[in-house]
């Protein structure tokens, strides 16, 4: 019996640990319709009251997550509310959310099939049902790394060393030192996420083909550009600029590239799953047609961090690039999950996915997305109804970008949005101008959020036009 004292002691502060933590979860979901958006303390302040000096001994479990909520609570923003519209940063679905606290509990390190056969198999039921979902050849390679950014990473190295093999060359053998220059093609807005991957794989910073006001990548400039050079190259197109959420060309631009023998990669960050949505799938139109494509399931899909998507067509380019070989690694015949991210180690980030898309099906994830994209228009149109202000850009997806018809206006209005509390919306530059971003990416979002955000942006662009006269 007293064998016994051990164990069930441990199993008792668990499971009350894990009760307590459950309970202030709750109170901070039930909060968020109140709540400020923005946080109410510094980094700073945060530190002090978590207490910045490591105890000598230690402390009662259920006593530290007290801490932690206590002293982080008010350094918390409510980016999980239907009123933050930040960056292109999504809120976690609740049969998302439940499914990553069971993922962390069941601590599967999800590399070997063999090794983790459950969360493994999970995960090739959610890639199967994205790739269907994104109208994507059933056979593509899809992994499950960290962020849109690593995913990028992923399908780029793949790319990397498809185009350097053509040449001869093998990366994986000999390294870059030695080897042709890759040229990579991107439209003068992609994102600075390709740059960092690309710097990653010693690639350097791309070549900027002309983009039209809106951002999409002009293909016979791409084509243009193509034919003044040779040897390997990638040509890296765009679903969603991060300020007009506008699409490329994808059709004609991969045409051009194919044609000059380049492999195409698709940034997705959150425009991807707009080929899931029936009413915006002809953004999309002549995508299936790349090489691979990147996502962060974080941002449209909803599922909580840290999860990307990595999807490579040709399923042994993607292993080639990525796959792992050890005498101690237990290797299933079939592939394993290791063989399409760059770790060894992590957690089963595709269990979410899997909550989330078997929670919704394929009607309700064309419904959320198209939701979000609805919800970006009766913004645009709120925000035409305000004195001197302006949309630049065509709403066609999720994102809005509004300028105050000056840049000391719009900075002091997002300040004052800010200072506000009741939504949340970036300032950026575009275009050579101060702009206010609104990027809708939350399930939660409703009509009432947009309302009521829509009235403190009236709020306060009255009170920065009214500081402007005095």
């Not at 990147?294 to 796959?323: F, M, Q």
């Amino acid at each position: 019996m007293e064998a016994r004292l051990p164990v069930e002691s441990v199993r008792a502060a668990t499971n009350g640990t894990l009760e307590k933590a459950l309970r202030h979860a709750l109170v901070w979901l039930e909060s968020l319709d109140e709540r400020p958006v923005a946080p109410l303390a510094t980094a700073p302040q945060v530190a002090d009251a978590l207490g910045r000096r490591l105890p000598e001994g230690p402390s009662d479990a259920g006593d530290v997550l007290d801490l932690l909520v206590t002293a982080c609570e008010p350094g918390l923003t409510a980016m999980p509310s239907g009123r933050f519209y930040g960056m292109v940063i999504g809120g976690s679905h609740p049969a998302a959310l439940a499914a990553d606290w069971l993922t962390g509990a069941w601590d599967q390190n999800t590399g070997l099939r063999r090794l983790t056969p459950a969360t493994a198999a999970v995960e090739e039921v959610a890639a199967a049902w994205l790739l269907d979902l994104l109208g994507l050849d059933a056979d593509a390679a899809v992994g499950f790394p960290t962020s849109a950014t690593t995913a990028n990473l992923t399908c780029l190295a793949a790319a990397r060393d498809a185009v350097l093999r053509r040449t001869g060359h093998d990366v994986a053998q000999d390294g870059l030192a030695s080897a042709p220059r890759v040229r990579v093609l991107t439209g003068a807005e992609g994102h600075e996420s390709v740059g960092y991957a690309l710097r990653y794989l010693g690639l350097g910073a791309p070549e900027q083909v002309p983009a039209d006001d809106q951002g999409r990548l002009d293909p016979d400039a791409l084509r243009a550009a193509l034919g003044r050079g040779s040897g390997p190259s990638i040509v890296v197109l765009q679903a969603g600029n991060v300020h007009s959420g506008a699409f490329d060309p994808f059709g004609p631009a991969i045409e051009a590239a194919h044609e000059g023998g380049a492999w195409v990669h698709v940034d997705g960050a959150f425009g991807l799953f707009a080929a899931a949505a029936p009413g915006l799938r002809h953004l999309t139109s002549g995508f299936e047609e790349a090489d691979s494509w990147a996502t962060d399931a974080h941002k449209t899909l909803n599922v909580p961090y840290d999860c990307g998507v990595a999807i490579v067509k040709d399923a042994s380019a993607a292993r080639a690039a990525t796959g792992k070989h050890g005498d101690y690694l237990i290797l299933d015949q079939q592939g394993d999950p290791f063989d399409h991210v760059p770790e060894l180690s992590r957690r089963a980030r595709g269990v979410p996915v899997w909550a989330v898309l078997r929670a919704l099906g394929r009607r309700g994830v064309g419904e959320l997305v198209e939701g979000m994209a609805r919800h970006a228009r009766t913004f645009a149109d709120g925000v035409r109804t305000i004195p001197g202000a302006q949309v630049l850009n065509e709403v066609v997806y999720t994102q809005a970008c509004v300028w105050f018809g000056g840049d000391e206006r719009t900075e002091e209005v997002v300040g004052r949005l800010l200072a506000d509390g009741t939504t949340w919306m970036s300032g950026s530059r575009w275009h050579g101008r101060s702009v206010l971003r609104i990027s809708v990416s939350n399930w939660a979002t409703t009509d009432a959020d947009v309302e009521r955000s829509l009235v403190a942006l009236r709020r306060c662009a009255a009170a920065a036009q009214g500081s402007r006269r005095t």
